[in-house]
C-alpha cells in the first residue's frame, strides 16, 4: 500500500506544473485525498483536498484560483499549479485517508507519498 508522486521540476515565477501520484495496493475509492507541502524548518503545510465522497473540494488560501486537485480515477490523482509563485517552492506530498473528515491536519491522513520538489525561481 503506497503512493508514488511525480512531476515535480524547476519553473519560473508565473509557471505551470501538474504533480500527479499513484495508488499501488489500494484504490482511492472512499479515500479524501490531498496535497501537503513542506519547506526545512518549517511544519507541513496543507495545500489541497478532496473529500472521501468527492462531492467538494478544499484549498489553502494562498493557492485558491491558481490551483486545482483532481481525482482523475481510481488510482490517480493530481494537483495542477498555475500562476506559481517563489512561496509555492517546497516538497509536495500527496496523501489519503480513508472516508477522513479533518482534512486541513495532516494527522488524518494514514498514506503518503514520498514527495517532489517544486522549484520557482528566476
Known amino acids: 500500500v503506497q503512493l508514488q508522486a511525480s512531476g515535480g521540476g524547476l519553473l519560473q515565477p508565473g509557471g505551470s506544473l501538474t504533480l500527479s501520484c499513484a495508488a499501488s495496493?489500494?484504490?482511492?475509492?472512499?479515500?479524501?485525498i490531498g496535497w501537503f507541502r513542506q519547506v526545512p524548518g518549517k511544519e507541513r503545510e496543507f495545500v489541497a483536498a478532496?473529500?472521501?465522497?468527492?462531492?467538494?473540494s478544499f484549498y489553502e488560501r494562498a493557492v485558491e484560483g491558481r490551483f486545482t486537485i483532481s481525482r482523475t480515477n481510481a488510482k490517480t490523482m493530481t494537483l495542477q499549479m498555475d500562476s506559481l509563485k517563489p512561496e509555492d517552492a517546497a516538497v509536495y506530498f500527496c496523501?489519503?485517508?480513508?472516508?477522513?473528515?479533518?482534512?486541513?491536519?495532516?494527522?488524518?491522513?494514514?498514506?503518503w507519498g514520498q514527495g517532489t520538489q517544486v522549484t520557482v525561481s528566476s
Open positions: 496523501t489519503a485517508g480513508w472516508r477522513t473528515s479533518w482534512l486541513r491536519s495532516w494527522t488524518s491522513y494514514d498514506c
Open positions: 495496493g489500494f484504490t482511492l475509492d472512499d479515500h479524501a
Open positions: 478532496i473529500e472521501w465522497s468527492g462531492k467538494s
